[in-house]
């Protein structure tokens, strides 16, 4: 049943090399061992770096990044006994809808249920967090099971892929069998295909649009994945619309772009919720519309009028009911409601564009102090804001969950169309890994990572394997000593005010990271004045080298609340 003319006789270990070649994939992650002899014709037929790391979830976490900064699947692997410390890690890659594809060794029909060494069905275990999971047991499936994989991975709205090979460490791929290594370069990245709006849909969400006389877009990461920032920021312009962006589609617009305000749902800036909630229509792109994007569907409330684009038809209408919905790639259908664009009609919404940008104006005036403070120790939001003004316009900013994504989501401002940003989906921890893997797949680009020092401490071995494979990426530590996003969380529940002894299930001993970074054989710069940050941030990213930037923050600040 093997497609292709060019069958020869080959080992699997051979095909996968030569395919994952083929599908240009340059660095793979790993804990050893699986996929032994497939790793040694890696070496001997391609270029691919094999990335021996110290844990798979980090390693999923790397390729994650990797296909994150990319668009380009991200490949991790783990032997039976580590596959569901990969699965933990595909988790983020699945909420975020990244290309992730994972390996690992699995069961032998001749051996399973005998209580072999190491072994479960783990299987199972991926389901929740893959599009397509799938064993390999003959090893002439090589070629359309490798196939399927990149497929998936990249198709429609993208996500993670597993395929577990036959054998704990996926000895199948010694096995030899007549094959192609044929591959399919259109599923090589995201996005494979861009199909095209129904021309009555966007007729119909065009005109509800500009009938509006105060409309907001809320972009999402489908705007990211599809490459539509452009699109979106000259349909914004034409129709005079402000834009608020998820967490995830925060790099859609940069953040000094007049009609930018901001960030909207849970973590998230003020003016973007307060905006969202004046609004008369809501234009969703490219976003699930989910609980941390709508503020669990307070921002805006469900009953807005609302339409909504989506290149995946189950995504329209799930959370607001919609006048119009679009189904089709959000850079084509974006482009054509350009194309069809009423400009003369956008003069009449010159008070509401006053309007959201008094309200903007109206956040920085309230967080100038905080933003400019020279408190020692340093306060998150001016950590933040000399990020703003001081990380270079082609870097890819990776930030971590809790308090960091709440900061750098609602503080940071990208000032460049040119910057990515990508964040964890939930995560703690992500992010560091994550970075080094975007560092990967685009060494030409600076790549400054935002972490507390809770999310540093997950995968800090990692900072051995920069080191060892040269990733010179640039980690900023908001280290405060303890994860002081659940400070309010239990000051609740002790009743409004915890004990000290509370303090215990949140705190850590104070740490100096830039030591540590330091006896690992990256650079490590410790900054305990603001002042000394740009040019600690200088210093790191003309280093050459892997850099922490231990940064002492006050453990009392907290992040503002999300207003509804
Ligand atoms: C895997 C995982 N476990 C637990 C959490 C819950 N959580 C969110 S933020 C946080 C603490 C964050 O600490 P740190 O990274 O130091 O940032 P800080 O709040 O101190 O700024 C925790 C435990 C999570 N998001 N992900
Ligand atoms: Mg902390």
């Known amino acids: 049943m093997q497609i292709g003319h060019n069958r020869k006789k080959m080992t699997g270990a051979q095909c996968l090399a030569d395919m994952l070649k083929g599908y240009g994939v340059t660095h793979v992650f790993h804990v050893p061992a699986v996929l032994r002899t497939t790793y040694a014709e890696m ?63 699995g069961r032998e029909a001749k051996t399973k249920f005998r209580k072999v060494y190491q072994e479960v069905d783990d299987v199972p275990a991926f389901e929740p967090v893959t599009k397509f999971n799938a064993t390999v047991d003959d090893v002439a499936r090589f070629p359309d099971m490798v196939r399927q994989a990149f497929r998936s991975a990249v198709s429609g709205t993208p996500g993670p892929v597993h395929l577990q090979f036959r054998g704990n460490e996926g000895q199948i791929d010694l096995e030899e069998a007549e094959m192609e290594p044929l591959v399919e370069p259109l599923f090589a990245r995201v996005p494979p295909f861009r199909p095209q709006p129904d021309q009555a849909s966007v007729l119909a969400a065009l005109k509800h649009l500009q009938g509006a006389e105060r409309p907001v877009i809320v972009a999402g990461g489908g705007v990211r994945a599809s490459g539509a920032a452009a699109e979106l920021v000259a349909l914004a312009e034409a129709l005079q619309i402000p834009v608020a962006t998820s967490l995830n589609g ?70 607001y009911p919609l006048l119009a919905a679009v189904n089709g790639d959000a850079k084509v259908t974006l482009g054509k409601m350009l194309e069809s664009a009423d400009r003369a009609g956008a003069g009449k919404r010159k008070a509401w564009i006053a309007e959201a940008q008094g309200i903007c104006g109206e956040w920085r005036s309230k967080y100038k102090s905080a933003l400019t403070s020279d408190a020692v120790p340093i306060r998150p939001e001016r950590l933040c804001h000399e990020l703003s003004l001081h990380v270079p316009d082609d870097a890819i900013v990776v930030v971590d969950t809790g308090h960091a994504g709440m900061w750098m989501g609602g503080m940071y401002d990208l000032k460049s169309p040119k910057q990515s940003y990508m964040r964890s989906a939930g995560h703690l921890g992500w992010a560091f890994p994550a970075g080094l893997g975007a560092k990967c797949g685009a060494p030409e680009r600076p790549v400054v990572t935002f972490t507390g020092d809770a999310g540093l401490w997950y995968h800090i071995g990692e900072i051995e394997t920069a080191v060892r494979w040269k990733i010179n990426a640039v980690t900023v530590v908001n280290n405060n000593g303890g994860g002081n996003q659940s400070k309010r969380g239990f000051d609740r529940v002790y009743g409004g005010k915890q004990t000290e002894q509370a303090r215990e299930l949140w705190t850590f001993n104070k740490m100096n990271f830039a030591r540590i970074a330091e006896d690992i054989g990256a650079l490590g710069i410790r900054v305990e004045d603001a002042k000394a940050f740009p040019a600690a941030l200088a210093q790191a990213l003309a280093a050459n080298r892997p850099a922490i930037i231990d940064v002492v923050t006050d453990i009392e600040a907290l992040a503002p609340t999300a207003v509804s």
């Open 250 to 319: 925060k790099d859609t617009i940069p953040g000094n772009h007049p009609l930018s305000v901001g960030v909207v749902g849970t973590y998230s800036r003020e003016s973007a919720n307060r905006v969202v909630n004046r609004a008369d229509l809501v234009c969703f792109v490219g976003t699930e519309t989910g609980g941390m994007t709508t503020h669990f569907w307070a921002v805006p409330a469900i009953g807005t009028p609302a339409i909504q684009i989506d290149i995946d038809a189950e995504a329209l209408g799930r959370n």
């Open 43 to 105: 070496e001997r037929r391609t270029d691919i770096k094999r990335l021996h790391v110290h844990g798979e979830k980090s390693a999923a976490y790397m390729a994650d990044g990797y296909a994150r900064a990319t668009g380009k699947p991200g490949v991790c692997m783990a032997q039976v006994i580590g596959a569901l410390n990969l699965a933990a890690g595909l988790r983020d890659a699945w909420l975020a809808h990244s290309p992730v594809i994972a390996f690992t060794g």
